[in-house]
């Protein structure tokens, strides 16, 4: 099946800090999403982002599916920012259904 | 708007017992359904998902099942529980499509499920 990884795994930033995460997928995809999960583990969806750039605040995401990659930015940091951060996509190539998720990058932002 | 209800938000089971997790979806019809696990360590796992009543496919083979009664109503079930089966269980949804062309896709709280 379609592997997705994601880096770095670990980040730790001072709060006001600009951050880039990466998403590289081993195959065509149908779609892909970012997600945030807090502390508390709610999962939130930030992106539907098969392909192009959007904004949203002080996020925003850039997916090149002819490069099988994927980028989530987060400018001026806040402590609120802290969590899990996971990419996932659809394989586009026939294989399982539904969504697959990278193992997520843990973002620690610290006051 | 539509909102995803999903509980209990935390479940202490012995082993050997039966489980029933319950999640339903409002302010949308006939939408996917999916029960997903995520295990100490972050990554989430499919488990099962569903396009219709009564319409379930499973993703890896278990001691759970899933169930869907009703249009907006998703039930993961077990009759005896194992220690491996400790977990966070994850309910979402999107709106209605084949998997071929999943949409956005939005979470339950989750529930936190420990066998001891």
């Known amino acids: 099946g379609i592997q997705v990884e994601q880096s770095p795994p670990d980040l730790i930033l001072q709060e006001g800090a600009n951050s880039t995460l990466r998403c590289n997928f081993s195959?065509?995809?149908?779609?892909l999403q970012w997600f945030h999960q807090n502390p508390w583990g709610q999962l939130i969806n930030l992106f539907y982002?098969?392909?192009g750039t959007k904004q949203n605040g002080r996020l925003s995401a850039t997916t090149v599916a002819t490069e099988r990659y994927s980028l989530l930015y987060i400018s001026s940091s806040q402590t609120t920012d802290s969590g899990v951060y996971f990419c996932a996509v659809e394989d586009g190539g026939g294989g399982a259904d539904g969504l697959t998720f990278g193992k997520g990058t843990h973002l620690i932002i610290q006051p | 708007s539509q909102t995803i209800h999903q509980w209990p938000a935390t479940l202490v089971q012995p082993v050997g017992s039966p489980l029933s997790l319950e999640c339903t979806v409002e302010g949308t019809s006939n939408p996917n359904l999916y029960w997903y696990r995520q295990a100490a360590g972050r990554g989430l796992q499919l488990l099962f998902y569903s396009v219709g009543i009564g319409q379930i496919s499973s993703e890896v083979p278990q001691n759970l099942s899933a169930s869907r009664p009703q249009d907006r109503q998703f039930i993961l079930s077990s009759k005896k529980l194992l220690l491996s089966d400790s977990g966070f269980y994850l309910c979402?949804?999107?709106?209605?499509?084949?998997?071929?062309?999943?949409?956005?896709?939005?979470f339950g709280n989750g529930t936190r499920l420990t066998v001891t």
């Open positions: 982002i098969p392909s």
């Open positions: 979402a949804w999107s709106v209605h499509g084949t998997l071929r062309h999943v949409g956005p896709l939005h």
């Open positions: 195959d065509s995809v149908n779609n």
